[in-house]
């Protein structure tokens, strides 16, 4: 794997890296999907799944096949790390997993 750093954008459902990337890396495309922009600006791009890594952890992640200049991780690739963002001292921080059930006694 190859070090990178990157714009964490909560605001973003996906993470999106460059094509460019994904190509040396020889990561496919699996279709396309419209995006919306903050900008309010909209357009169709390339989807696959990734293997990122954060500090000692890998997991394989949406991605969206972005231009070259785009280096971001959303809000799934931070849900499925356990990760929750700490604006006070600008670092992602773990988050437990949730319990799904009540958990109780019966």
């Known amino acids: 794997m190859r070090p990178l750093e990157a714009v964490v954008d909560t605001g973003a459902s996906d ?3 460059p094509a460019s990337l994904f190509e040396e890396l020889h990561i496919e495309p699996q279709g396309t999907y419209p995006c919306r922009y903050a900008n309010g600006e909209t357009d169709t791009r390339a989807y696959g799944a990734a293997a990122i890594r954060i500090g000692e952890q890998t997991n394989i992640c949406p991605v969206i096949f972005g231009p ?13 790390f356990k990760l929750a963002v ?3 001292g600008q670092e992602l921080i773990p988050v437990p997993a ?3 059930g ?5």
């Open 68 to 80: 070259d200049n785009q280096f971001l991780l959303g809000s799934t690739t931070l849900e499925i």
């Open 98 to 100: 949730l319990r799904f």
């Open 102 to 106: 009540w958990g109780g006694p019966l």
């Open 86 to 88: 700490d604006p006070v």
């Open 15 to 17: 993470s999106m890296f």
